[in-house]
């Protein structure tokens, strides 16, 4: 207790010390310097991706009719995220298409968060905001040409920017009000 309080006093004698964007990330391991420095965070992304692919690639080379254990375990897998999540949500009809997209990203961050309780690795493959932010991208992407490829690019838009059903006079006289809110 009295460790904790003197630590304050000192904290508040010396002023507080914000934490920056590179207290968050660990140093870089190799290639310091060049654009294509890898700390520790990229390093395991690169194990983990590695590892997915030859797992997938071992199992489907040596697949078989009747499945072994293993090949049942990455099946019930595969039948798990096509199933359960995408024709669950999306039907059979529709969910065809993005199976494939799906299953990657699903996979993906499976195996990177598995990572954060590895030991020796101690660290999630998605601790940084960047594959979250590229998994978002890429799904935010194929929305916008499935939606564009169904409904054409210009209703698409119209239909995503003006509410159906208000005239568009409505538009003009509420754009200078939202502009003052901001």
């Known amino acids: 207790m009295v460790g904790s309080f003197g630590a304050g006093l000192l904290l ?16 870089e391991i190799l290639f310091q310097g060049t654009p294509f420095a890898i700390n520790r965070i990229i390093l395991i992304r690169i194990v983990a991706t590695v590892v997915l692919l030859v797992v997938l ?12 254990r293993w090949q049942g375990v990455v099946e019930y897998g595969l039948d798990f ?4 999540v995408v024709y669950d949500v999306m039907g059979e009809a529709r969910g ?3 199976v494939p997209m799906i299953t990657t990203i699903f996979f993906t961050i499976f195996v990177f968060n598995l990572c954060g309780v590895i030991p020796g ?7 940084t905001v960047v594959m979250p932010l590229v998994f978002a991208l890429w799904t935010l992407i194929q929305y916008w040409v499935t939606a564009a490829r169904s ?22 006289l509420l754009a200078p009000i939202n502009l003052l809110e901001c």
């Open 12 to 27: 508040a004698n010396e002023g507080a010390h914000l934490p920056s964007v590179n207290d968050f990330l660990p140093p």
């Open 57 to 68: 690639g071992i199992t489907a080379k040596h697949a078989k009719l009747i499945p072994g």
């Open 81 to 84: 995220v096509r199933d359960k």
């Open 96 to 98: 065809k298409r993005y």
């Open 121 to 127: 690795m101690n660290m999630a493959a998605t601790a």
């Open 151 to 172: 409904q054409g690019l210009g209703h698409y838009l119209r239909h995503e920017l003006f509410t159906p059903g208000v005239p568009w006079p409505v538009y003009f």
